[in-house]
């Protein structure tokens, strides 16, 4: 919010002038409401006149009508284009934002790459890459050896008898015994 001594931002000036676009929405649309009741009391008038035989009178009102109409649509078509005035305004300022958040970012960038030195990243990612296969073969030599424990133990063949065992017992036989 701007105070008396300070220069209006933009996101002031964008919040004014869609507030302002939103008064004049509405006051189109009450305009519009009008137009449209005013159309029915003419619609009934010429009924009135037309009933009553004055032919006359119905053809002004008629003319009369046509104009309210016109009246009535060229509500829609400025409706229309302050709605667009509306939508390019939130546009300009969202293209605004995105401008200033890729200015921060690329002197967030600046400084990244100021700080950073590509030969001693270089140099942490092969080391990074030498531990890693260092980690990589130690865990594969202690899972070797677990499997190599696991597997002479008996337990596998002992497991499968029980289950022989249960399937014999239960009547089921394994095809492949």
Do not use: H
Request: aromatic share 2%; hydrophobic share 35%.
């Amino acid at each position: 919010m701007a105070s008396l001594f300070k220069k209006k931002t933009v996101d002031d000036i964008i919040k004014e002038q869609t507030k302002e676009l939103r008064g004049t929405q509405r006051q189109i649309s009450r305009d519009r409401a009008a137009l449209e009741k005013q159309e029915k009391q003419m619609e009934m008038e010429i009924k009135k006149m037309a009933k009553a035989g004055n032919r006359d009178a119905c053809k002004i009102l008629a003319k009369q009508l046509v104009q309210l109409r016109k009246q009535k649509n060229r509500t829609y078509a400025v409706s229309s284009k302050v709605t667009s005035m509306s939508t390019q305004t939130k546009v300009m300022n969202s293209q605004m934002k995105m401008a200033g958040a890729m200015s921060t970012t690329a002197k967030t960038m600046q400084a990244v790459n100021k700080k950073m030195d590509p030969k001693k990243t270089l140099q942490t990612m092969q080391d990074f890459q030498k531990e890693n296969m260092k980690m990589g073969m130690t865990e594969d030599l202690i899972n070797d050896t677990l499997d190599e424990i696991f597997s002479e133990s008996g337990e596998e063949e002992e497991s499968q008898d029980i289950v022989n065992q249960m399937l014999d017992e239960i009547g089921i036989e394994i095809s492949g015994k």
